[in-house]
């Protein structure tokens, strides 16, 4: 099984702290770059000279500084280039609004940040499927 590559956007340290633990005790999924804003996903990502070299998701904490989840998204999917990577939301609260526009604007998951242990597992385990069924479809 190939490790996935995720790049993380989350403005809020425990949240991150939170997130980079669960992570680490996976042997499937692998932080690429953690940045604090939408403005360092795209700069990281401009750094990256081959494609190949894109993470297999970004999953970008909608209520950030500077730049915030769907405002990055829109730009990640303006640029032809960085269009195709996989973004995921990460939210503290999700309503229907939310959703579908992040659906709309090209989003391949909405999930609310979890506060449980199996949340964070169960969380982990749907980024998996989904980049799993996403790599499927490109073949």
Do not use: C, W
């Not at 750094?47 to 190949?52: D, G, L, Q």
């Not at 939310?98 to 979890?114: C, F, N, Q, Y």
């Amino acid at each position: 099984m190939k490790t996935k590559h995720i790049i993380l956007a989350e403005d809020d340290e425990d949240d991150r702290l939170l997130f980079v633990d669960f992570i680490n005790n996976r042997n499937d999924i692998q932080l690429q770059y953690i940045a604090e804003n939408g403005m360092e996903v795209l700069g990281y990502l401009a750094s990256i000279k081959e494609p190949a070299n894109f993470p297999d998701l970004i999953v970008l904490d909608q209520n950030m500084p500077k730049m915030n989840g769907s405002q990055t998204l829109d730009a990640l999917k303006a640029d032809k280039r960085l269009s195709e990577i996989p973004v995921a939301i990460y939210t503290t609260y999700s309503d229907k609004t939310l959703t579908r526009e992040s659906h709309d604007a090209g989003v391949v998951l909405v999930i609310e940040k979890p506060v449980t242990l199996s949340g964070y597992h169960q969380m982990m385990d749907q980024f998996v499927a989904m980049m799993d069924n996403i790599r499927g479809t490109k073949k």
